[in-house]
């Protein structure tokens, strides 16, 4: 039987404000445990919560660039549970009047376009964090809460994935999206980027969903691929047995590479949802949304199209250029500087890339984009070979200096002295007669040895195009 993946994430982001949602704490990460709280964030009685406008423009501003419709009137409610980590035992969530809603990411596989519905994105607070013993033969948990409080925006997808390879395309280009806008650092070692996977499966020929398994405890974008692809094989094998799928929470063993029953769900959680009466109701008017909507910065598939049309780039080029905020800038002001884009994209794919680990942290590359442009044009006045210039770039990245300086430091310029290559052109032919006869009876690999000699004999510095002009003309 064949079945079909219905597949919806919600993710939850950190939103990086300085200051926790409902309190003046701070949401730096790493500090010692519990040294970030205070009367309102642990619930104390009594307590009144104050809503920090910038975790509310920032989830607006996600919002607007996740093509969503924005609340005019929105309100917080208390979703009831008890947990170690929910100190109220209530968390200040968003229930039925979310600040964003009805929007949409696409994305692009290698065969087909796509838009994913985005039901929601609403804001609430985050949970503390457990910390387990590691000793096995203790059962001791403890409650960190410095992360209660920290604004998080709820992302929920409208179930429209099919596959794992759509749902990891949607998560990148979610993150991408994020940080273009700089509301999250997105990292999901530290939890500022968590996700989780609602799949069920259908015949192919049903438009009723089957029944919804939870998976939780994924952290990366590939365990996430990975629990799908477990998933779609585990309930079709359950459904070819004859077997039912029971709706239920199930966490992912990143050692084995499978999931595994954490707990069985209900129809539905009794939350006991109801308005939170220390938080007023939100009421947004149009100036207020059309003010954040001038600060959202062109996006990445906007960008991505830009180079292609404006570069003339190819796809794959313009898709890693763009891949960043920080590498895309770079890039346009490789090109601002003098140097034509292909090559300036080239350079950056094929020797930047290379040496680069984190492409958020541009600005800390020995070698500036106007530097990048000076050794391009080095190459293109014939100053020094593209050979050179690789030894060049990589004095750059070592020491910051100006392409010239090396150049001239090392003696590394071009010779295009005609007679002075001519006679060691003269000299690797003397020298390699087997070579030549291997050449005039059709061998052209004797040639490129023969190339090989003469840039060997000149240090490399020999001007490669006048070489090829004397060398063949002397064979011939």
Same mark, same amino acid.
């Given at each position: 039987?064949?079945? $079909?993946?219905?597949?919806?994430?919600?993710?939850?982001?950190?939103?990086?404000?300085?200051?926790?949602?409902?309190?003046?704490?701070?949401?730096?990460?790493? !500090?010692?445990?519990?040294? #970030?709280?205070?009367?309102?964030?642990?619930?104390?009685?009594?307590?009144?919560?104050?809503?920090?406008?910038?975790?509310?423009?920032?989830?607006?501003?996600?919002?607007?660039? +996740?093509?969503? !419709?924005?609340?005019?009137?929105?309100?917080?409610?208390?979703?009831?549970?008890?947990?170690?980590?929910?100190?109220?035992?209530?968390?200040?969530?968003?229930?039925?009047?979310?600040?964003?809603?009805?929007?949409?990411?696409?994305?692009?596989?290698?065969?087909?376009?796509?838009?994913?519905?985005?039901?929601?994105?609403?804001?609430?607070?985050?949970?503390?964090?457990?910390?387990?013993?590691?000793?096995?033969?203790?059962?001791?948990?403890?409650?960190?809460?410095?992360? %209660?409080?920290?604004?998080?925006?709820?992302?929920?997808?409208?179930?429209? =994935?099919? !596959?794992?390879?759509?749902?990891?395309?949607?998560?990148?280009?979610?993150?991408?999206?994020?940080?273009?806008?700089?509301?999250?650092?997105?990292?999901?070692?530290?939890?500022?980027?968590?996700?989780?996977?609602?799949?069920?499966?259908?015949?192919?020929?049903?438009?009723?969903?089957? $029944?919804?398994?939870?998976?939780?405890?994924?952290?990366?974008?590939?365990?996430?691929?990975?629990?799908?692809?477990?998933?779609? #094989?585990?309930?079709?094998?359950?459904?070819?047995?004859?077997?039912?799928?029971?709706?239920?929470?199930?966490?992912?063993?990143?050692?084995?590479?499978?999931?595994?029953? =954490?707990?069985?769900?209900?129809?539905?959680?009794?939350?006991?949802?109801?308005?939170?009466?220390?938080?007023?109701?939100?009421?947004?008017?149009?100036?207020? /949304?059309?003010?954040?909507?001038?600060?959202?910065?062109? +996006?990445?598939?906007?960008?991505?199209?830009?180079?292609?049309?404006?570069? &003339?780039?190819?796809?794959?080029?313009?898709?890693?250029? %763009?891949?960043?905020?920080?590498?895309?800038?770079?890039?346009?002001?490789?090109?601002?500087?003098?140097?034509?884009?292909?090559?300036?994209?080239?350079?950056?794919?094929?020797? +930047?890339?290379?040496?680069?680990?984190?492409?958020?942290?541009?600005?800390?590359?020995?070698?500036?984009?106007?530097?990048?442009?000076? +050794?391009?044009?080095?190459?293109?006045?014939?100053?020094?070979?593209?050979?050179?210039?690789?030894?060049?770039? !990589?004095?750059?990245?070592? &020491?910051?200096?100006?392409?010239?300086?090396?150049?001239?430091?090392?003696?590394?310029?071009?010779? %295009?002295?005609?007679?002075? /290559?001519?006679?060691?052109?003269?000299?690797?032919?003397?020298?390699?007669?087997?070579?030549?006869?291997?050449?005039?009876?059709?061998?052209?690999?004797?040639?490129?040895?023969?190339?090989?000699? /003469?840039?060997?004999?000149?240090?490399?510095?020999?001007?490669?195009?006048?070489?090829?002009?004397?060398? =063949?003309?002397?064979? &011939?």
């Amino acid at each position: 039987m064949q079945y $079909e993946p219905v597949i919806g994430l919600e993710v939850h982001v950190q939103l990086n404000t300085n200051s926790k949602i409902f309190c003046s704490c701070s949401t730096k990460f790493g !500090s010692s445990s519990n040294s #970030q709280t205070c009367p309102v964030c642990l619930g104390l009685p009594g307590v009144l919560p104050v809503l920090n406008e910038e975790a509310l423009r920032k989830a607006i501003l996600a919002g607007i660039a +996740l093509n969503c !419709s924005i609340s005019q009137y929105s309100k917080f409610d208390r979703k009831n549970y008890f947990y170690p980590d929910l100190p109220k035992a209530y968390q200040i969530s968003q229930f039925d009047k979310p600040i964003c809603f009805n929007g949409f990411i696409e994305i692009t596989t290698e065969n087909y376009n796509k838009k994913i519905g985005v039901t929601r994105l609403h804001l609430e607070e985050d949970a503390g964090k457990l910390i387990h013993s590691d000793d096995s033969t203790k059962n001791i948990s403890c409650v960190d809460y410095n992360r %209660t409080g920290v604004p998080l925006a709820e992302i929920v997808s409208e179930p429209d =994935m099919r !596959s794992s390879e759509e749902a990891y395309i949607y998560l990148q280009n979610l993150k991408s999206i994020m940080k273009y806008l700089e509301v999250s650092d997105c990292n999901m070692e530290e939890g500022s980027l968590r996700c989780d996977v609602n799949i069920s499966l259908r015949e192919s020929s049903d438009h009723a969903f089957g $029944e919804k398994v939870e998976i939780k405890n994924l952290n990366s974008f590939k365990a996430v691929k990975m629990a799908i692809d477990y998933e779609i #094989q585990r309930q079709g094998r359950q459904l070819n047995n004859g077997e039912s799928i029971i709706q239920e929470t199930r966490l992912w063993d990143a050692d084995k590479n499978e999931t595994f029953s =954490m707990r069985s769900k209900e129809e539905a959680h009794d939350y006991r949802y109801f308005p939170d009466p220390d938080l007023p109701p939100i009421r947004i008017d149009e100036s207020y /949304i059309h003010d954040i909507m001038k600060s959202l910065p062109e +996006l990445p598939d906007q960008k991505k199209k830009r180079f292609i049309s404006d570069y &003339t780039l190819p796809e794959y080029d313009a898709g890693v250029l %763009t891949s960043t905020r920080q590498l895309a800038e770079y890039f346009e002001k490789t090109v601002q500087s003098g140097a034509p884009a292909k090559k300036a994209s080239n350079w950056i794919l094929s020797e +930047l890339l290379a040496r680069v680990e984190d492409t958020e942290e541009m600005e800390q590359c020995q070698v500036q984009p106007s530097q990048l442009a000076k +050794l391009i044009g080095l190459i293109d006045d014939d100053t020094i070979s593209g050979k050179i210039a690789k030894t060049v770039f !990589s004095e750059m990245i070592n &020491t910051g200096k100006d392409p010239e300086i090396i150049v001239e430091e090392k003696g590394l310029k071009q010779v %295009t002295d005609f007679s002075f /290559i001519e006679k060691l052109v003269d000299e690797v032919i003397a020298n390699n007669t087997q070579s030549v006869e291997d050449y005039k009876s059709g061998k052209e690999k004797a040639l490129k040895f023969l190339v090989g000699q /003469i840039m060997k004999e000149s240090r490399g510095k020999a001007n490669p195009k006048i070489v090829n002009e004397i060398l =063949m003309k002397k064979l &011939t």
